[in-house]
């Protein structure tokens, strides 16, 4: 028989991160939940069990996203290749944020960009928004800079920081990338930046490939593994950070 828990066993998971108050350490991160709508299809689970929830990434410009097949299922974990599909900022604060319910639990938006300047505009839009936080995710390439991820280079990613940061109050958590030489040194100089907290880690870069076809089955090619097998890389990860 399942039992339910006793106020005091609820409060006492309560934490405090970066000034927002908790209910519990539990956070949905981004991509898994959409917009904070998806998980309302699970019977007898609701916001209030859960601490904050990311939202899906967000781009200034609405986007498609990558051709299919976009997930594939590993052993211990899944590939996925989405691509950012979102409908851009502007429409997720005017139209999405509203719908949420502010009392039951916290939002914070994932930031992504394929320029510095997009970055910023995204961070001006949700600054003007009752959204509790901001994620950013500097693991999107740089089209300005030949593709090359903001988050695989220190310098790169400071200054995505720190341009966000300007235009900004609310907290900022950086999500940091696994994919790069020396994450402790890419966290050192997001926190001299102005970032407050980190999501360590992001996905690790991977491929599956169709042995018959004897072509990536995804339709990028590559795609981020999450999933059971990346826990010991993202223990290890958090311990260097």
């Known amino acids: ?10 409060a006492a998971l309560a934490v405090d991160l970066c000034g927002i108050s908790l209910s519990s350490p539990l956070v949905l991160l981004s991509g898994c939940v959409g917009f904070a709508e998806e998980y309302t299809r699970i019977k007898g689970f609701s916001n209030r069990d859960v601490g904050a929830i990311c939202l899906k990434g967000t781009t200034l410009e609405p986007r498609l996203g990558n051709p299919p097949h976009r997930v594939y299922e590993t052993p211990q974990g899944m590939l996925n290749a989405i691509g950012l599909q ?51 995710n500097i693991s999107c390439p740089n089209v300005k800079e030949g593709g090359a991820a903001f988050g695989n280079d220190p310098e790169m990613s400071a200054r995505v920081v720190a341009a966000v940061r300007a235009v900004t109050r609310k907290p900022l958590i950086t999500k940091l990338s696994p994919n790069q030489t020396d994450i402790a040194a890419n966290a050192r100089r997001c926190i001299e ?31 981020g593994l999450s999933g059971p097998a990346i826990k010991p890389v993202a223990l290890l990860k958090t311990h260097q950070v």
């Open 193 to 223: 930046a102005g970032s407050d907290a980190f999501a360590v880690i992001n996905t690790l870069m991977g491929m599956a490939i169709d042995i018959e076809k004897r072509t990536p089955v995804l339709g990028n090619n590559q795609g």
């Open 86 to 136: 979102n409908p851009g900022a502007r429409y997720v604060v005017d139209k999405i944020l509203p719908q949420l319910d502010f009392s039951e639990t916290r939002f914070i938006a994932n930031l992504s960009g394929s320029t510095l300047e997009e970055y910023v505009e995204v961070a001006r839009i949700f600054d003007n928004s009752p959204i509790d936080a901001l994620e950013i």
């Open 1 to 10: 028989m399942n039992q339910q828990p006793q106020p005091s066993a609820v």
